[in-house]
């Protein structure tokens, strides 16, 4: 519409959230836990990224 086209891009960055995973319970439900047993909870994982580009204008 303004008739300018995108050059070489300039900058790239990146913003990145991850979020820690939850850590099991202490106290009597590791004292009750079998030694065998895997330390793994089920569920999802969710990652949010953000990511912004800055191109010079070429005319």
């Known amino acids: 519409a303004i008739g300018a086209k995108p050059g070489k891009i300039l900058e790239i960055s990146e913003n990145t959230f991850t979020p820690q995973p939850v850590s099991m319970a202490r106290g009597k439900m590791m004292m009750e836990a079998r030694s065998d047993a895997v330390p793994v909870q ?12 800055v191109w010079e204008i070429l005319q």
């Open 42 to 53: 089920g569920g999802e994982n969710t990652y949010t990224v953000s990511v912004q580009a």
